[in-house]
Nanobody, 123 residues
């Protein structure tokens, strides 16, 4: 059964950094574009970033451009989300999944979701 596993979240002060990791069991990530989403309390899940198969194509939500960097290490079957200059509004549960990565970041219906990893930005 396909399952994504997110890790690397935590509590960080504003301006701090975290690196999230996305791994998968039962799946070679290098066969898919990988997406990062987040969901803050009381809000809908929103797209954050995505990376194409080779890693050359990426996309970011306007709110994180210039602060977040997505990358993939296919040898380790892992996708990373490097988050710098974190802000309180980045506080959310972060999820990864497979989907479409182009001008839009789209998780098709039925996309598998992991448990997510909590990111809290607070002083």
């Amino acid at each position: 059964q396909l399952q994504f596993v997110e890790s690397g979240g935590g509590l960080v002060q504003p301006g701090g950094s975290l690196r999230l990791s996305c791994a998968a069991s039962g799946l070679r990530l290098d066969s898919y574009a990988i997406l990062w989403f987040r969901q803050a309390p009381g809000k809908e899940r929103e797209a954050v970033s995505c990376i194409g198969l080779s890693g050359r194509s990426t996309n970011y939500a306007d709110s994180v451009k210039g602060r977040f960097t997505i990358s993939r290490d296919n040898a380790k079957n892992t996708v990373y989300l490097e988050m710098n200059n974190l802000k309180p509004e980045d506080t959310a549960i972060y999820y990864c999944t497979a989907g479409l990565c182009s001008r839009k970041i789209v998780a098709p219906p039925g996309s598998p979701w992991g448990q997510g990893t909590q990111v809290t930005v607070s002083s």
